[in-house]
């Protein structure tokens, strides 16, 4: 069975703090997919990124960056310089297909940065 | 316009009521989703649809009833909902090669 585990359920940072939001997952699957989600106030989850597991290059995008260590089976997430903008609850996911068709999520972490 | 619409974004409904919830998305994706978000549980997957035909429950009960009409449309029909069932329901289509795209979600509440 899959699981994800996203220890922190709530983070408050003051703007341009960098933060990271950690992301442990459990799989038997060789091949799988990790994803993180946003998800603002409006209620909507807006995709970040996807991950392969065959690819455990870290990858960078603008303020954020995410760290991939199949050796820990974590998948965590930086935003460095946080803006309030980034205040949101953010999910961590996993699937066994490309598409994600059907994601096992964490429980979220609530990122609130103050100004 | 989005992706994905969901109406009603809001619903308050009766135990002993029936209502629908809508799901529209304008990708030209083949799959779509029903995942629901309770306040103390993680998002879960209830359904998914490929070519309109269902290809996962996950362990969903009754009261709840999806149908896809087409590949752009999605219900859930509702009824005989429990209090414990208010929650966020929301929409997702996608397809290979493709990640999940999400609707807002429609926030329902049973009394």
């Known amino acids: 069975a899959q699981k994800v585990t996203q220890a922190q359920t709530e983070i408050s940072v003051v703007e341009k703090e960098d933060v990271t939001l950690d992301c442990v997952y459990e799989?038997?699957?060789?091949?799988?997919?990790l994803f993180w989600y946003k998800q603002p106030p409006s209620g909507e989850l807006v995709f970040l990124i996807r991950r392969n597991s065959f690819d455990e290059q870290n990858e960078i995008s603008g303020r954020y960056s995410w760290n991939f260590q199949k050796s820990t089976s974590s998948f965590n997430f930086t935003i460095t310089a946080s803006q309030v903008v980034d205040s949101a609850v953010y999910f961590c996911?996993?699937?066994?297909?490309?598409?994600?068709?059907?994601?096992?999520f964490g429980g979220g972490t609530r990122l609130m940065v103050k100004p | 316009e989005t992706g994905v619409t969901q109406t009603p974004r809001h619903l308050v409904m009766g135990m002993t009521n029936k209502k629908s919830l809508k799901c529209e998305q304008h990708l030209g994706h083949n799959a779509m989703y029903w995942y629901k978000q309770s306040a103390k549980k993680p998002l879960e997957l209830m359904f998914v649809y490929n070519f309109k035909e269902q290809t996962e429950n996950n362990s969903v009960p009754s009261r709840f009833s999806p149908e896809c009409p087409n590949s752009s449309h999605l219900f859930l029909h509702l009824h005989t909902l429990q209090p414990e069932d208010s929650a966020l329901y929301l929409c997702?289509?996608?397809?290979?090669?493709?990640?999940?795209?999400f609707g807002q979600g429609t926030r329902l509440t049973v009394v």
């Open positions: 997702a289509g996608g397809g290979e090669g493709t990640e999940a795209f």
């Open positions: 996911a996993l699937s066994d297909n490309e598409a994600g068709n059907m994601l096992t």
């Open positions: 799989t038997r699957d060789t091949t799988y997919y």
